[in-house]
Structures are given as C-alpha cells and as structure tokens.
C-alpha cells in the first residue's frame, strides 16, 4: 500500500509519500506565510511528479485531523476530501499530536507536544514510549502552559511551536527538568503522518469521507462570538 498524507496543523505544512514495502518515498515541507491554500496542490503535484507517480499509484490519503490552525486544518481535510472524491481512494484521518510524538520515538522521557493555541493557550499532548509504542499520558487538551506543567514531576521532552514560544516559563518552572528538541524535530513531519495512516489503514480504520472535520479541541472564535450573541 502507497500513502499520501497532508500535515497542515502548523505554518510548516508538508506532504509525504510513504510505502508500505519501501519506505518513505518523498517528503516536502514548505513555511507558509499566507495560507496553505495557496500552496498546497503545487506542492502535491511536485512530489507525485518527483516521485514520478499519479494519483492512481497512490492508495490512500492520510491528513493530520489536529488540533492546530483552525484554517490549516480546513485547508487539508477539504484537499484529502477532495482527493478522495476525485480518485475514489479512501482518507485515514490521523491525530496531529499522536503523529508529532513519532519524532521521538524510543525516547526515555515523556513527551510532551505543544502547539499555540492563541489567547494564551497551547493545545498540548504527552506520550511515553513503552513496549514498543506511544502510550498517551495526557490527552489532547487546551490549556494555560503554567497549568500544564503542574502535571510534571519528572524529566520531560518538550516539542512545538508553543515549547518555543513559552521556553522562557517552561524553564523557570521546570528548570532542569526540562529538555528541548532540536529544531530539525521541533516541528510535525508529515512522513510520521503517513506511516500512521499505513498502519490505520491496514486495520480498515478510515475516515467517513463526508462527515470528517477537523479535531479543533475548542471552540473557535467565530462560534465563541455567536453563542455569545445568542
């Protein structure tokens, strides 16, 4: 089976192209400074064209579901939808965080992954790698950083644009119990994307092309000022 998956959680989108015989085939990731929308079938068309594949090689379509960017995430479901309407190919719908922990796989400490969540938030998970796999420890939430590093008492990975931007009180909480990725991981990767998509996929667990949306985990602010007004 041949993958195409879609990360758009974070400004650095990507698409990668992942088989299950051979491994990882191709990986873009651009850092959009507009939308994704602009980019994002160019940057497919490039890496089918790289991979000198069509759409028909490919088998299936994996899209981190979220959270992150509210309009990243429309932006990449509609696209797999899209996809999968033209090609008949069916879409695996993959957790943004779940995916992200991947980036540290046989890491000995919990992992903590955080995206900004505007307002003072970060949507945040935390996985411990046991038997072989990710177990989760916290699950997806949205939350203030000084309450959620309330939950630590130990030695913890943290990674994402949110650890980045709230470094600074990440330290002065945690202090040495604090270890930050390197940079190059810092980030989703839409190859890990992929490769959770083959493994759903080969348990038959696809998404309902139709009635998928993105897991936004809050409200957003548009539905925030409506329930406000009614």
């Known amino acids: 089976m041949r993958i195409l998956s879609i990360e758009t959680s974070t400004m650095l989108g990507g ?6 015989q051979t491994g ?7 850092n959009v400074k507009t939308t994704h929308s602009e980019r994002l079938m160019t940057v497919i068309d490039h890496v089918l064209e790289q991979s000198e594949m069509g759409l028909d090689n490919i088998d299936a379509f994996a899209v981190a579901i979220g959270p992150g960017s509210f309009t990243g995430l429309r932006i990449g479901l509609s696209t797999a939808k899209g996809l999968s309407y033209a090609t008949g190919k069916p879409i695996v719908a993959v957790p ?3 995916a992200f922990a991947h980036n540290f796989s046989y890491c000995s400490y919990p992992v903590c992954l955080m995206l900004d969540a505007r307002k003072g938030e970060v949507y945040a998970a935390v996985f411990k790698w046991e038997g072989g796999a990710f177990r989760r420890v916290v699950e997806d939430i949205s939350i203030k950083t000084e ?15 949110g650890a ?12 040495e119990r604090a270890v930050f990725a390197s ?3 810092m980030v989703p990767s839409p190859a890990n994307v992929a490769v959770l998509g083959l493994s759903k996929a080969a348990r038959g667990e696809y998404a309902d092309a139709l009635a998928s949306v993105p897991r936004y985990i809050r409200k957003s602010e548009a539905e925030v000022k409506w329930s406000e007004r009614v």
């Open 96 to 98: 943004t965080l779940e």
């Open 164 to 175: 980045a931007l709230y470094k600074s009180v990440i330290t002065e909480v945690m202090k």
């Open 147 to 161: 309450d959620l590093l309330k939950k630590f008492d130990q030695v913890v990975l943290f990674a994402g644009e």
């Open 24 to 30: 990882l085939v191709a990986e873009t990731r651009l």
């Open 15 to 20: 698409v990668a192209i992942v088989d299950e």
């Open 183 to 185: 940079p190059e991981k």
